[in-house]
């Protein structure tokens, strides 16, 4: 089975930067609950005085930063797949690998 490795890298890139547009928003809403119930769902401690302030120029850094980063290793990695899962007919044989015909027997073509 071969991988699109276009597809696969739009795909991923717009499912991170969809998870990263919701999560920015919950934070931009409603920042202090949101921070309280990830960190201790996630970290187990209070981290609020962490906190960073969003802006529109943060949001639309980090939405194009983690989309385009995470298509590029989804690329990567469908190109990758695709490279190390090749078909023994693709993969071009040596000469001690072929089979030769008897002598006197048609050749395959």
Known sequence: MKLDVRAAALAAGSIAALAYALCTAF?????ESTVVYLTTAFLHMDITGLYRQITWRTFIIGLLGAGVVTGVVAGAT??????LARTDAERPLSANQREFAAPGEPHEQ
Not at 78 to 83: P, T, V
């Open 27 to 31: 934070c931009a809403l409603v920042p």
């Open 78 to 83: 469908a190109w990758l797949y695709n490279r």
